[in-house]
């Protein structure tokens, strides 16, 4: 640790040089004339500056040797000075699942090793509780309201593959910013943001049009209909087919047409041929479209390699092994070509279906779920220890997250939010967004830091852009903030004045964080139709939803907590218990008002004609049969588990 520190004083130390190059050439020069008169018997330079061919020829040389020597070593230290990234993301995996932040029955020795080595966040926030809408966030630094990725009451993600909604092409991402700078970028695993927008080959949303050099993975989501032996309607697909049919009350409306054809053959109105043309016609879009929908497992499960389809449907089983292969294969890569990275390694687990490998099944204390979080952390073992094995660990930027809440509605086959209310969908709770997030770069952040200031998701776009020197972009309203100084253990407020909590695109919740003090304000404008006794709402809708249709009901005044202290939001504040409750209603209440000034109308990526499939955007391999299968040698991985 002390010669990395010796080196990052060295490089700061010509690094500061760097503005003032004639200055150091002047100085080199003097030294060697200082030899020069010493080798003369000579006291000082002074003593020989009279004789101007006798300094010319040492100030011309010293001139030439020092920018040499900057022209070699500063673009060195320039390159060095920059990291390489690992973005490791989770899936549905709540605070309350991971070893350092509490969890003291499922083993995640990777993980918190990381946070051994790093920063532990304690108070880091996604910007949605589902994961669409929290994924793009996470790219773009933005709020998805901005750019029509945060849904609506219902739907909140993107659930079919042939659906034409995704992240729109307008948007920059920090994959992109990287690969700008040089850096090969790479994408392993969920992306679930859309593929493709008018015919099947466009791919205009797939992550290879958002700064990823090279894509292996799922374009949509792990979703229980991806367990071939899954039947109950838990499935995404059939869940959300059952509830459109529902709401529109399609089958009634069909099966009423079709009456009504038969009583106009009775009174003779029409003939049987156009009883059976009409019904035909009729009914063949409505039972097509219900078996589309339904069928998810062949449909929306779909596997890829950059652009092409390598299985259809995928075995959820040997996903983490894959995933593994192909992080471990493209950080051998960049090493042996000397190249910068960025990867991003986004896992299933621990989304349903839960299906680990068979090497990690039974081998946990918590069911399927356990196993599942395990098989992550035994991948994100192999990661580091590739980065290790590789002599990349010291500059190398690491990041852990989830992309939203455990989904505290499935019971055991959901996870932990520790000792924070509300679940996954609940973008207002504090156990919807609350993360387990650490941070390890060894180079600049101490072993063991923890920030207890709220952060954000969105903050790695500017975090990233600080690091790389890069310029934001000024054409749009960026809500994420450069955390580095509290990474590197600043003591300072959060960058944030405000957080802005959304569920779908219904403000729930604020956050204020007053520059004095050390108080974290939360007003809580919508409070969910939990169940009694829990924070959580019925299996029925899967998770609670946004809007008063749902149940939610609007606070006025909103409730206002203590967050710092009460993080646990069971004591809300009043006028008569704080005497600043008013002036943090008025400061919260003015802030909203001008956050809504600052946005803009755009497209819904989520109105009903977007979200409904499109055959004719459906990714296929082997036509017409949609179905194929990889092959792929995991005896490399040596998978063993105790």
């Known amino acids: 640790m002390d010669i990395n520190l010796n080196i990052e004083r060295m490089r700061s130390f010509i690094v500061s040089f760097e503005l003032s190059t ?3 050439v002047r100085v080199l020069s003097y030294c060697l004339l200082n ?3 010493k080798s003369k018997g000579c006291r000082t330079v002074y003593q020989v500056r009279n004789t101007r061919t006798q300094i010319q020829r040492p100030v011309k040389m010293a ?3 020092w920018l040499v020597f900057l022209s070699v070593v500063l673009p060195i230290s320039r390159a060095d000075d920059r990291p390489n990234f690992v973005f490791l993301v989770a899936d549905d995996v709540g605070i309350g699942d991971i070893g350092c932040f509490g969890n003291d029955t499922i083993r995640t020795p990777n993980i918190d090793r990381i946070a051994a080595n790093g920063a532990k966040l304690t108070q880091h926030l996604a910007a949605a509780a589902v994961c669409t809408p929290s994924r793009s966030a996470f790219l773009t630094g933005r709020l998805p309201v901005r750019f029509g990725m945060a849904g609506t009451d219902q739907p909140l993600a993107y659930v079919f593959l042939a659906a034409p909604s995704g992240l729109p092409r307008s948007e920059v991402t920090f994959p992109q910013m990287a690969k700008d700078h040089g850096y090969q970028t790479a994408l392993i695993g969920k992306w679930h943001l859309g593929l493709n927008g008018k015919w099947v080959g466009d791919h205009c949303h797939h992550p290879n049009k958002f700064g990823f050099d090279y894509f292996y993975g799922f374009p949509g989501s792990n979703a229980p209909e991806c367990d071939p032996d899954n039947v109950t309607a838990g499935a995404t697909g059939k869940f959300a087919a059952d509830r459109i049919y529902t709401r529109f009350r399609v089958w009634e409306v069909a099966v009423s047409v079709f009456l009504g054809l038969l009583a106009l053959k009775y009174f003779h109105y029409i003939q049987w041929k156009t009883v059976i043309v009409l019904s035909v016609i009729g009914w063949s879009p409505v039972i097509f479209m219900y078996a589309f929908w339904a069928n998810g497992t062949q449909f929306n499960c779909v596997m890829m390699r950059d652009d092409d389809v390598i299985e259809q449907p995928y075995d959820v089983s040997t996903l983490t092994p894959r995933m593994t292969l192909e992080a471990v294969k493209f950080l051998e890569e960049r090493k042996a070509k000397k190249e910068q990275f960025l990867l991003e390694v986004s896992y299933w687990n621990a989304h349903t279906a839960l299906l680990p490998y068979k090497e990690f099944r039974g081998k946990s204390r918590h069911g399927l779920y356990g196993d ?3 098989e992550m952390d035994w991948s994100i073992g192999v990661v580091m220890a590739t980065l290790e094995r590789l002599g990349l660990t010291n500059n190398t930027f ?8 455990a989904h505290m509605e499935i019971g055991d086959a959901g996870g932990s939010n520790g000792i924070y209310k509300g679940s996954k969908g609940q973008g207002g709770s504090e156990g919807g967004i609350r993360m387990p997030t650490l941070v390890q770069w060894p180079r600049k952040i101490k072993p063991g830091t923890v920030v207890t200031e709220a ?3 969105m903050d790695i776009f500017p975090t990233v852009a600080d690091i790389l020197k890069a310029p934001l972009p000024q ?6 903030q450069n955390i580095l100084p509290l990474l590197g253990g600043t003591k300072q407020p959060s960058p944030h004045d405000f957080l802005f909590h959304y569920c779908g695109n219904i403000l729930h919740a604020v956050r204020y964080r007053p520059r004095k003090g ?6 809580q404008f919508a409070s969910y139709p939990w169940l009694p006794g829990t924070s959580q709402c019925s299996l029925e809708n899967l998770v609670c939803f946004c809007d008063v249709n749902w149940g939610v009901t609007f606070n006025d005044p909103p409730l206002l907590y203590d967050i710092t202290n009460n993080p646990t939001e069971d004591r809300p504040i009043s006028a008569d218990s704080n005497p600043k409750y008013q002036e943090v209603l008025n400061v919260i209440t003015k802030a909203v008002k001008e956050h809504k000034q600052s946005l803009t109308k755009v497209d819904n990526q989520f109105t009903m004609p977007r979200f409904f499939p499109r055959p004719w955007l459906q990714p296929c391999c082997n036509f017409p049969y949609c179905n194929c299968r990889e092959v792929v040698d995991f005896s490399s991985l040596k998978i063993t588990v105790k």
């Open 22 to 24: 004639w200055a150091c």
């Open 63 to 65: 001139g030439v040797l």
């Open 475 to 480: 054409d749009r309203v960026m809500d994420g």
């Open 35 to 37: 030899l020069a008169a």
């Open 455 to 457: 952060t954000s998701q």
């Open 518 to 523: 050390k108080v974290t304000w939360k007003a």
């Open 372 to 374: 599942t979080v395990e």
């Open 398 to 405: 690491v990041y852990f997250t989830s992309d939203n809440g």
